[in-house]
Structures are given as structure tokens and as C-alpha cells.
């Protein structure tokens, strides 16, 4: 009996221990691919907190191993727009940031293939998710302070949102190799362009005012608002981070998917924006 008491206190000494223990993200070279991103060690997420009544209007929250005054992240993900890829892929980023004092609300939200998904429902979907965000009072979450973080198709929707912001002041919104001239990027052939027009219910011929109300070209976007885009960026190509007023941020060698993977100098870079920073942050 004492044995098996004595093990029990042992097996939840380890538990807490690995519970408090950083994950180590190693320094990588450029250009990682997506799969790589998705086999990285991630931590639980510490809530579900959800936004709206469809099942996917829910956003997955870390919260900082002690109280931190940093501002908090909401983050937006990527994936074309289509519901083959979900917000389980920012799970890395996540917790890196977490780890670096960040409260993170990484948001799910209905995609092109979901019901209500597609134009302009995913739209609609962020819109009301910051809308909410007093909803992470009630996990002591700060929400004076607010970083706006979208990757890709993720960042087309988080600069778009940004633009249109009344009832609450962003610090900052960063869109990490984001779509913005959807117009021109719907007549591209990689396979991420190609299902831009089944997100937008058509060609930017069939449907031009649909196209205009979705492109950050004709937007007014914050003074904060920072563009971030590697120069061998596959997917995303380096003119859809030119938009006027904005600060674009290039990063030498890096692709679409560096940006959400912990190791990589693309990743350094951003937590130098992020911070307000120009040092070397280990990783």
C-alpha cells in the first residue's frame, strides 16, 4: 500500500515537472515545409473558449506559465481558406509564445467547405470573434493590449478585420506572408491560388464586387500594421506584401511556412516585431 502511494506521489511529481518545463525549439535552416511544422512537440492548450454557436466558432487559449504584462495574441491560421487544414497547425506557435509571456487565442473559424464557410463567412466568423474578446476576462487575460497575428489566407482575413476594427485599438496586426490583392492572387496556378476562387464563389471576373470588398488594396489598414514575407516564399508571392502605408518586413531565404515554426530565423524575426526588438532572440 505505502508502495503504490509512494508511486502514485512520484508519477504526479513527474506529471507537474513536465507540466513546467519549457519545450526547447531547435534552430533550423530556411524554407521548413509544412509537415515538419505539424510533427513539432507542442503543450495542451490551457482553454476552449468559444465565440459563437456554430461548432467551429471557437477560438484554443495559452495562457503564460505566470502572469505576464505582455500583450495578448490572437492569431488566425492559414490553410487556403479550406477546411482540409484546421488550427491544430499553430499549435507550435502557440505554445513558443506562450512560453515568452504571450497570452495566445488562436481561432478556428468556418472555411471553405464547411457550412458558412467560404466568402464572406469566414469573414464574418473573425469579425465576431473579436468582437468577443472580452470573453477572456473571465480567464484573467488582459485584453488592453491586443497583437493581431494571421498567416496567409489567415492573414488576408486578420488584415482585413484590422481595417474595419471600431471597438477595439489594435498594438499591432501582423500578417505573416499575406494574401492581399486576392484579385491578382486568384489568377495564379499554384494549388493555394486555385482554390481562391472556390472560396470567393467565383473568378474575379464572375464576381468583381465580391473581389474589391475582399482585397486589402482598396482598405484603409492601421498605422501598426506590419507585412512579413520571406523571398522564397513558394505559395504567397513577395508582391502581395507591397500595399501602401504599411511596413513590410523581408526576410532573406525564407518560405511560406517558417513563420509558424518556432526554430526558424523567419520566426526570430517576427518576436522582434513583435517586441519591438531588433536583438537576437534565442530560440
Excluded at 501582423?174 to 490583392?181: E, V, Y
Excluded at 532573406?252 to 515554426?261: L, R, V
Aim: aromatic share 8%.
Amino acid at each position: 500500500m505505502k508502495n503504490t502511494a509512494f508511486l502514485l506521489l512520484l508519477m504526479a511529481s513527474i506529471s507537474m515537472v513536465n507540466a513546467q518545463t519549457d519545450i526547447k525549439y531547435p534552430v533550423v535552416s530556411a524554407q521548413v515545409s509544412f509537415k515538419s511544422v505539424t510533427e513539432l512537440p507542442v503543450k495542451q492548450y490551457d482553454r476552449k473558449v468559444t465565440y459563437g454557436d456554430d461548432p467551429l466558432q471557437y477560438g484554443l487559449l495559452w495562457l503564460p506559465p505566470e502572469k505576464s504584462k505582455q500583450p495578448f495574441i490572437v492569431m488566425i491560421h492559414g490553410g487556403c481558406w479550406l477546411n482540409a487544414f484546421n488550427v491544430n497547425h499553430t499549435f507550435a506557435m502557440a505554445t513558443a509564445l506562450a512560453q515568452r509571456g504571450f497570452p495566445v487565442w488562436s481561432l478556428e473559424y468556418r472555411r471553405t467547405g464547411d457550412a458558412g464557410g467560404g466568402w464572406p463567412g469566414s469573414f464574418q466568423d473573425i469579425q465576431l470573434a473579436l468582437s468577443k474578446v472580452e470573453l477572456l476576462h473571465e480567464h484573467q487575460v488582459n485584453t488592453d493590449e491586443i497583437i493581431l497575428i494571421g498567416h496567409s489566407a489567415g492573414g488576408h482575413l486578420a488584415l482585413l478585420a484590422a481595417s474595419e476594427l471600431t471597438d477595439i485599438k489594435l498594438k499591432k496586426t501582423i500578417g505573416l506572408a499575406a494574401i492581399t490583392d486576392i484579385s491578382r492572387y486568384a489568377l495564379g496556378t499554384n494549388s493555394c491560388q486555385q482554390a481562391t476562387p472556390q472560396f470567393m464563389g467565383g473568378m474575379p471576373h464572375e464576381v468583381p464586387t465580391a473581389y474589391q470588398q475582399a482585397s486589402l488594396i482598396y482598405r484603409q489598414l492601421p498605422e501598426s500594421t506590419i507585412l512579413m514575407q520571406g523571398d522564397h516564399d513558394e505559395i504567397v508571392p513577395v508582391l502581395q506584401a507591397q500595399l501602401a502605408d504599411t511596413k513590410t518586413v523581408m526576410v532573406d531565404a525564407a518560405g511560406h511556412f517558417d513563420w509558424i515554426h518556432p526554430g526558424t530565423p523567419a520566426f526570430k524575426a517576427l518576436l522582434n516585431q513583435i517586441t519591438g526588438s531588433n536583438d537576437n532572440l534565442s530560440q
